[in-house]
């Protein structure tokens, strides 16, 4: 019976010490989430690192939640399905190294952009593609629902191959499924330093800007960020959050 009573009250302890830790931890946590919908495929922007995503938009976000005095959550999901989770509210932000596109400012309204980016050609090695012109009439690697995806759809005669990630359109150019990639200059420049047998055609294909992304008519977020982001670059800190990422050429 004496046992029963102790391994009771040591029970009731156990529980409100953990209840009591719990809610300390609560106090702890400033303000809100402010959760970040992104797709982890695409380095130096934003990937996998164990089971942390980490990438020049993950560290930018960091301090802009900092900035609002909220606590930033990452949800990973398909490129293409981010804006729809804007919208939906199931998240705040769409960062996914996402250009701003009028197609896209017709649905979510864009901050001020935080970088510039290009879109580049990846080829095989040996490749008869000498120039962004001879596309024509060639298959193209892309990622689904990106600009590199639009811009292929330009190209006359053309062939579009869709992938779920960059990386995977990248794999195809290996096993020779296709014969080029369109995608963003950084991510390629990865790419490319990953795997031996392919190079980044000097001629760019397009000049783009990345912006975050919030629902349309949300202006307090927008101005909030505009006005976290225009700190951010006066201070020097998004500079260092692009060079811990990108090395100078
Ligand atoms: N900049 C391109 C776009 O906005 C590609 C972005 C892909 N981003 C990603 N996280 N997979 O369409």
Known sequence: MKKLVVIALAAICALSLFGCDNSSKEEKTEG?????????????????EG????????????????ELGMTLKIEDMA??????????????????GMTITEDRQASV????????????????????IKTVDDLEGKTIGVQLGTTGDIYAGDVEGAT?????????????????????VIIDNEPA?????????IYILDEDFALEEYAIAVDKGNTELLTKINDALAKLKDSGKLQEIIDKYISAE
């Open 32 to 48: 809100d989430t402010l959760v970040m919908a992104t797709n982890a495929e695409f380095p130096p922007y934003e990937y996998y």
């Open 51 to 66: 089971s942390d995503i980490i990438g020049i938009d993950a560290d930018i976000m960091t301090e802009v939640a900092n």
């Open 79 to 96: 490129f293409d399905s981010i804006i729809a989770a804007v919208k939906s509210g199931k998240a705040d932000v769409g960062v996914a």
């Open 109 to 128: 309204d864009f901050s001020d952009p935080y970088t510039t980016a290009r879109q580049v050609v990846i080829l095989k090695d040996g490749s008869e």
């Open 160 to 180: 579009i191959e869709r992938y779920n990630k960059g990386y995977e359109a990248v794999q195809a150019l290996l096993q020779g499924k296709v014969d080029c």
């Open 189 to 197: 420049k990865v790419f490319v330093s990953q795997n031996e047998g």
